[in-house]
């Protein structure tokens, strides 16, 4: 990556601070109470300890948490070994317009480029996305794995870890339905055919830390996301009572896991998707990898009807999620110079703004 082009210089008010805010901050969960035999999952000060970590930051850290270190070491140093190879043996299994999955180092976030380079697989192979944007065309594109040849266990390691991970996100789903007043299993109809995908992170050391980021800031657009980090640090969450960027500090074994934006407009905000960036590192390399749990393409997400009343109306118009992650795929393909779509979009108070910018999907 070398000399920093201008892709990757952040706005002025995006550039991250010279001093970092390392508070203790995020909540730290024990969830050592889960790894008994008994299937039910029905601690009260678990769940009230969740649902306000939820509220009040959208972001925790879980310890305890049942996935063996073992298989977090194994693809951890699977990714390094194959993000220490040359450009061009990465490049075998890039990704593009057909094959989407794979290798990339050109992601950009709201259109500036990120300081790193990312290794892409679905959790479930074929995973099936619409084929178009348009609402009535109900074909679907099977999307594959590419696997590299080296390192050759990679594949074996990320298709065990993803059990692990699946294992975990359906727990912390429970916890969070319950959290919300709702019965355990209320997410569980959704991932049938879920589009979950874990991404490899590689943050290489970058000249500039000072202007560039090595991932801008968004939110996720899936429904949970658990992320495995290095001890290198730079992950940071905007502190919802303050807006002031937090560095969530690095705990050895620990997954940090965050609320994204279908959770919140399930729950109708009452559970809200932050936002989180990644600082770019002048000496280190850093290495994280998420999993982002995320339903069927054909799910229409909206709010949740137990959550919504007169007095509680609906904050959002319903969208299909398969269309909503095409739509965001062609822009990112095409490098659309228009913002990418937002769940902002289906605000309700938003409504006649959007229908004025000539948004079609529903
Ligand atoms: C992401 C993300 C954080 C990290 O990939 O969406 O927020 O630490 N990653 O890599
Ligand atoms: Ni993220």
Known sequence: ??????????????????????AQGIPLIDLSVLNSPDDTINDDALVAEIGDACKRWGFFQVINHGVPLEKRQRIEEAARKFFAQPLEEKRKVRRDEEKVLGYYDTEHTKNVRDWKEVFDLTVHDPTFIPASLDPDDEETDEWHNQWPEYPPELREACEEYAKEMEKLAFKLMTLIALSLGLPGNRFQ???????????????????????????????????????????????EVKRKSDGDWIRV??????????????IQVWSNEAYESVEHRVTANSERERFSIPYF??????????????????????????????????????SNFKKLSVENIQISHFKIQELSNKLEGGLTIT
């Open 1 to 22: 990556m070398g000399e920093v082009d201008p892709a990757f210089i952040q706005a002025p008010e995006h550039r991250p601070k010279l001093s970092v805010i390392e």
């Open 189 to 235: 109809g959704f991932f049938k055919d879920q589009t979950s995908f874990i991404r490899l992170n590689h943050y290489p050391p970058c000249p500039a830390p000072n202007l560039a980021l090595g991932l801008g800031r968004h939110t996720d657009s899936g429904a949970l996301t658990i992320l495995a980090q290095d001890n290198v640090g730079g992950l």
């Open 249 to 262: 500090k690095p705990t050895p074994d620990a997954y940090i896991i965050n609320v994204g934006d279908i």
């Open 293 to 330: 749990l995320i339903p069927a393409h054909y799910t229409v997400v909206k709010p949740l009807d137990e959550l919504t009343n007169e007095l509680n109306p609906a904050k959002y118009r319903a969208y299909n999620w398969g269309k909503f992650f095409t739509t965001r795929k062609l």
